[in-house]
C-alpha cells in the first residue's frame, strides 16, 4: 500500500482560498514504483465520502465533481511523489474533511472517480469555510 499524508486543511472565509497537499510513499512492484491515480475526496458530518477530483499518473486525465469545476484545480508532482489541490472561491459547502487516495494497478491514464477503486488513504485534513 501507498502512504499518504495530507496538509494544509485550515478556516477560511467564503470567497477564499486554500491549497491541500498530498504525500506519497510507498511499495514498489519488483524494484518499480506502482504508477497510481491520486485523488482527493471529502466527507461532510454526516455525509458519506464525495469524490472531488483525480489525476492519473501520467497527468493526462482529470477529472473533478461537477460542483468544484472551475473553483479547484488539481496537480501532481511525480518526482516529489505529491499531488495537490489548490481551493479557490471557496463556500460553506465545502467544509468537510478532505482525504487523499491512491489507486493503483491500472494505466498511466488511469483516473477512477469511485471511492471503492481506491486501496490507500490518508487520515484527511479539516477544512472549514465560514461564511
Known amino acids: 500500500q501507498v502512504q499518504l499524508v495530507e496538509s494544509g486543511g485550515g478556516l477560511v472565509q467564503a470567497g477564499g482560498s486554500l491549497r491541500l497537499s498530498c504525500a506519497a510513499s510507498?511499495?514498489?512492484?519488483?524494484?518499480?514504483?506502482?504508477?497510481?491515480?491520486l485523488g482527493w475526496f471529502r466527507q461532510a458530518p454526516g455525509k458519506e465520502r464525495e469524490f472531488v477530483a483525480v489525476m492519473s499518473w501520467s497527468g493526462f486525465i482529470t477529472y473533478y465533481r461537477d460542483s468544484v469545476k472551475s473553483r479547484f484545480t488539481i496537480s501532481r508532482d511525480n518526482a516529489k511523489n505529491t499531488v495537490y489541490l489548490q481551493m479557490n472561491s471557496l463556500k460553506p459547502e465545502d467544509t468537510a474533511v478532505y482525504y487523499c487516495?491512491?489507486?493503483?494497478?491500472?494505466?498511466?491514464?488511469?483516473?477512477?472517480?469511485?471511492?471503492?477503486?481506491?486501496?490507500?488513504w490518508g487520515r484527511g485534513t479539516q477544512v472549514t469555510v465560514s461564511s
Open positions: 510507498g511499495r514498489t512492484f519488483s524494484g518499480y514504483a506502482m504508477h497510481y491515480a
Open positions: 487516495a491512491a489507486s493503483g494497478g491500472g494505466s498511466s491514464n488511469y483516473a477512477p472517480q469511485a471511492r471503492d477503486d481506491y486501496e490507500s
